[in-house]
């Protein structure tokens, strides 16, 4: 997997009516590598989708492997249900960087890096792509736990429904920096800057039924997502 | 508007046919309470919409007033523009705590609450709502804050959109405690556990064009999101 991942070409996603940024443009970007980037830092994505007039937004976890992001599930939800019917869908990432402090209400902002991701989603079939799929879900979740954990057996890979989503029209919006403020409003006697925002692990808890002598491994240890925020 | 937030029946919404949670119902929740807590603590919100057949998600910030959330922008974003049309709208939010780190690829899983709204989306039109919006979304953001900076004018005011939607229908889905393996794995010589997640704050990086002596205020010194983990 770390292969495909670093077989990317850089490459830029031409913008169609649905995946170009329409508001403030200048934030858009369509080069693979910062939609990759974004996605690939992402816990979860939210995943809209349409049935009956309805739509449904339904957070989930998701690998990629080069082009194609991947999510799973049971074959008795919902959503996979209606997903693997080829219907249309939106898969939205957003990573929040910090708060944007400006002095007056209205410029309040955030600076993030979004992406968001249009297509159909197909159900995988072939054995082999389906553990890849597996193995990128898990380790998009936590790098190195794979290796270490029983891999899925037979029944559990029949009872899981994979789709993947082709990474061809998609999108990344990203707002950095400092707030931006009406002239006047730069001789207001408020605090105004950017309170930086990342998501961190706390101390990992093991579970009560552990084998004796079972350490915490490094990667639980060590574990971080971030790679734009470096403040500790 | 903290009076508001205290004025919470503890009524418990019945859930729709959309609203129900299906997959793990043990796990869905609709107790207001429960719901109100969970869209408090979060940062921004994924609206779901439907244009042209076409599902799209976009994140926003957003406020709580009592029974409504509302999120506000230009009149000429895409989205803003749809909604004020009163379509049907759902609107997703996502908190995570921790990794659940389970002896199985296929038991990892992730500790979250969630919120998933339904409903039509109206313009706001009286001023003094629009206002009391506008201070919510500034709050949810930083409690503090509205205080602090320039109000917004009448032009600001005029050149916002604030759209609001009630909340009746609604669910959340939470996730808590530790994996839930298969008896046998629990032989594996694996670690296993949780691994607790949340949004830290950094340090605040002062604006270059600040006033002379401005201190950063206690507000934005001490800011925390979380109220479940308390880990430091």
């Known amino acids: 997997m770390n292969t495909s991942k670093k077989q990317i070409d850089s490459e830029k996603l031409t913008p169609t009516q649905r995946s170009q940024v329409k508001r403030v443009p200048k934030r858009g970007n369509y080069e693979r590598q910062v939609i990759y980037d974004i996605l690939d830092e992402a816990l979860i ?19 990629r492997v080069g082009d194609k992001i991947y999510i799973h599930g ?51 079939k ?22 270490e954990v029983r891999s899925p057996n037979r029944a559990e890979l029949q009872g899981t429904l994979v789709l993947s989503l082709p990474l061809n029209e998609a999108s990344a919006k990203v707002r950095t920096g400092m707030p931006i403020d009406d002239e006047a409003d730069y001789n207001l006697p408020v605090w105004a800057g950017v309170l930086p925002l990342k998501l961190v692990a706390g ?4 579970d009560d039924r552990l084998l004796e002598g079972m350490v915490v491994p490094d990667y639980v240890e060590k574990y971080t997502r971030d790679r734009v925020n470096s403040f500790s």
């Open 203 to 206: 101390q990992a808890i093991a």
């Open 126 to 147: 072939d054995p082999e792509e389906k553990l890849q799929a597996l193995e990128a879900f898990t380790e998009q979740i936590i790098s190195g736990r794979w290796g």
């Open 45 to 63: 994505c939210h995943v809209g989708f349409i049935v009956d007039n309805q739509p449904f937004v339904i957070p989930t976890a998701f690998g």
């Open 74 to 124: 049971s074959p008795a939800s919902r959503m996979l249900r209606s997903l693997s019917q080829g219907i249309e869908v939106c898969v939205t990432v957003t990573l929040l960087d910090g708060l944007v402090l400006a002095r007056s209400a209205f410029h309040l902002s955030m600076n993030y890096r979004s992406v968001v991701v249009f297509g159909t989603a197909e159900i995988v």
